[in-house]
């Protein structure tokens, strides 16, 4: 599997982003996808996770409520709505999908194998 991650840019607080992760290769119905991020000094953290084919949504504290993920019918493109942003959300993006996440590993890093580039969203004050 591979993912491409695009969609980032720069926005002003309050404003809205959506960022898009596209497979190539396979179909994601079946993987955990999850989206990442690292700040400037940080390091990289949970986002949000769909959890394989079940629907099941998981999202960080920081983002509950402005984010959503999604995916498309064809499941092979991951969504991360973001609104009401923050520059505390200014970060590399990073989608990534996992065939042997659980639920207890699904919000780890070191769960996924597979991972896009990265795309960068810059909210200014």
């Known amino acids: 599997v591979q993912l491409q991650a695009s969609g980032g840019g720069l926005v002003q607080a309050g404003g809205s982003l959506r960022l898009s992760c596209a497979a190539s290769?396979?179909?994601?119905?079946?993987?955990?996808k999850a989206w990442f991020r690292q700040g400037p000094g940080k390091e990289r953290e949970f986002v949000a996770a769909?959890?394989?084919?079940?629907?099941?949504?998981y999202y960080a504290d920081s983002v509950k409520g402005r984010f959503t993920i999604s995916i498309d019918n064809a499941k092979k493109t991951v969504f991360l709505q973001m609104n009401s942003l923050t520059p505390e959300d200014t970060a590399v993006y990073y989608c990534?999908?996992?065939?042997?996440?659980?639920?207890?590993?699904?919000?780890?890093?070191?769960?996924?194998?597979?991972w896009g580039q990265g795309t960068l969203v810059t909210v200014s004050s």
């Open positions: 290769g396979s179909s994601l119905s079946s993987y955990s």
């Open positions: 769909l959890f394989r084919s079940y629907g099941r949504t």
């Open positions: 990534a999908a996992s065939g042997r996440a659980i639920l207890s590993t699904v919000t780890s890093p070191n769960a996924y194998d597979y």
